[in-house]
């Protein structure tokens, strides 16, 4: 875990023991469940440590991520980024959303076995997740979907003044055709932040929401995805 304990540093995060065997448990049961069920196409360990691990770390860098607050990640898939956060700051809650009950399973798996008590993981759409509507200071998403959809899918879920970031690469025309989605849903394009890695180019969008999410939002399962807002 060298490449991931060196970008650390240079984030300024200093990854104790434990913290860093449970990183390399984390590998060694992505790489086995990857063989059954396809988590990602990313194996090689110096590229998990890169891509996966240290680019979910980068979301540290907004500041937001303070002591006792609530975090969804929405359309978690192998658990990045907040499998990673959750090693690293063990004093704020995650609740990892996925429509794929095969993903859901393997990231209890890694609750389990990485001891993560503040993990949760919940098998759901999240058109279809209401009960947990305002009830997030931030919610995250990791290029699951254009921006525009994304909103529809994230805004609902975060508290007033909450922020939600989006890892992306960073597509002008992907922001600018989102803006009005954002207004609708509540928000307000606060600004891009380059997640500053070596080879990799993902930016975050941070969105914060400054006004009450209408409660049609969001739309019906398919929808947001087959008729995003304008």
């Given at each position: 875990m060298r490449l991931l304990q060196n970008g650390?540093?240079?984030?300024?995060?200093?990854?104790?023991?434990?913290?860093?065997?449970?990183?390399?448990?984390?590998?060694?049961?992505?790489?086995?469940?990857?063989k059954k069920i396809n988590l990602t196409a990313i194996t090689e360990k110096e590229e998990v440590e890169a891509k996966h691990f240290l680019d979910s770390l980068t979301l540290i860098k907004t500041g937001y991520f303070i002591k006792g607050i609530n975090v969804l990640d929405?359309?978690?898939g192998a658990g990045f980024?907040?499998?990673?956060?959750?090693i690293v700051l063990e004093d704020i809650n995650f609740t990892l959303l996925d429509s794929q009950?095969?993903?859901?399973?393997?990231?209890?798996?890694?609750?389990?076995?990485?001891e993560l008590k503040n993990v949760a993981a919940i098998h759901e759409r999240a058109e279809n997740a209401a009960y947990l509507?305002?009830?997030?200071?931030i919610v995250t998403a990791r290029a699951v979907a254009s921006l525009?959809?994304?909103?529809?899918?994230?805004?609902?879920?975060?508290?007033?003044?909450?922020?939600?970031?989006?890892?992306?690469?960073?597509?002008?025309?992907?922001?600018?055709?989102?803006?009005?989605?954002?207004?609708?849903l509540g928000g307000e394009m606060?600004?891009?932040?380059?997640?500053?890695?070596?080879?990799?180019?993902?930016?975050?969008?941070?969105?914060?929401k400054?006004?009450?999410?209408?409660?049609?939002?969001?739309?019906?399962?398919?929808?947001?995805?087959?008729?995003?807002?304008?």
């Open positions: 650390c540093n240079k984030m300024g995060i200093e990854l104790n023991e434990t913290q860093i065997k449970k990183f390399g448990k984390f590998y060694d049961l992505l790489i086995y469940w990857n929405v359309g978690a980024p907040s499998v990673p956060l959750a009950n095969k993903r859901v399973k393997f990231i209890e798996i890694v609750i389990t076995e990485l509507k305002e009830k997030y200071d525009g959809v994304l909103c529809e899918l994230c805004l609902p879920y975060l508290k007033i003044e909450g922020h939600f970031l989006a890892q992306k690469g960073e597509n002008k025309n992907e922001i600018k055709s989102a803006q009005n989605a954002i207004k609708i606060i600004g891009i932040i380059d997640a500053e890695l070596e080879d990799h180019n993902h930016k975050i969008i941070d969105i914060e400054i006004h009450k999410t209408p409660d049609m939002y969001p739309r019906k399962a398919g929808m947001p995805s087959k008729n995003p807002l304008k």
